[in-house]
């Protein structure tokens, strides 16, 4: 727990002192100006595509027909394994401090495993020694509007509005027991900051964190959606680029007697291209 709590508060909250460090610097050397953009500042279309490979950490409860579900964890309980998921990034920037951004990662997992500890899913037991097949699958899609309050040709501190439209699915199949499958979705708004700072010319830091923390109601009624992620950006020309960074993303819920509680975090690589 203690962990968890270190990447959502200081980790975030040190990455964007770092970015606004760094923009503040820019800003001494570069007082006011924008006749000389950065390497990778100058486009209206910007599309990026990555390889992320994130450690799950993630457990599900389902009830049914009255019958309380166990809490499983997909890791220890259903064999799931870390993969390598892509990621894409969409961003429209009609204005210089005002852009439109898409992001969209299609993040499944499978498993084929023997159960070591008896388990209950959508009302239905299973038992040790059962073989069974699991499979969750999670669309995470962001829909945001940024606006860049500060922007300089060294760096930017801008605010963000979002929705993340989330729809997350687990099955699990086993012989002579059928299929069950229990399904989450919903548009989460969220909000938060995002700042950058060039460390050259053609070399950029940027650090984002969104989130939102839904009140507790009744004790049927709870979540969280934190959203982290810091990336550096070699820009070779306005047009080309490749990113290294790591992110974040946790995702936590109650409906009722429903629940899942899903982290992925980890470290990604890909390109970056603009017009």
């Known amino acids: ?43 209206n279309v910007e599309f990026a595509a990555n390889l992320w490979s994130p450690t799950p950490e993630m457990t599900i409860a389902s009830e049914a027909l009255g019958i309380a579900g166990t809490t499983i964890d997909l890791v220890s309980d259903l064999a799931v394994e870390s993969k390598q998921l892509p990621e894409f990034r969409l961003v429209i920037r009609p204005a210089r401090k ?11 997992y499978t498993s084929q495993t023997t159960l070591q500890a008896a388990i209950v899913f959508n009302g239905i037991r299973y038992d040790v020694g059962v073989p069974v097949d699991a499979t969750l699958k999670w669309r995470a899609w962001r829909f945001a509007y940024e606006y860049d309050v500060v922007y300089r040709d060294r760096g930017f501190f ?29 548009p989460i708004p969220t909000v938060g900051i995002i700042g950058r700072g ?19 109601i009744s004790d049927k009624y709870d979540g969280h959606f934190y959203d982290f992620d810091i990336y550096g950006t070699v820009n070779f020309t ?16 109650q409906i009722e007697n429903d629940s899942g509680d899903f982290l992925l975090r980890g470290w990604y690589f890909g390109g970056v291209a603009r017009f």
């Open 198 to 216: 060039y460390l050259m010319p053609n070399i950029s830091l940027t650090g984002e964190f969104t989130g939102i923390a839904l009140p507790r």
């Open 238 to 253: 306005n047009a080309v680029g490749v990113q290294l960074g790591y992110r974040s993303m946790d995702l936590e819920y």
């Open 158 to 186: 801008g605010l963000v509005l979002e929705s993340k439209y989330t729809d997350v699915q687990a099955d699990l199949a086993a012989q002579g027991i059928g299929a069950q499958f229990a399904r989450a979705r919903a």
């Open 98 to 108: 005002h852009k439109l951004r898409l992001q969209y990662i299609p993040i499944e």
């Open 1 to 43: 727990m203690r962990s968890r709590w270190t990447c959502r508060l200081v980790i975030p909250l040190a990455a964007m002192l770092v970015a606004a460090r760094a923009v503040e610097a820019q800003f001494v050397y570069q007082p006011g100006g924008f006749g000389n953009p950065a390497t990778g500042e100058v486009y």
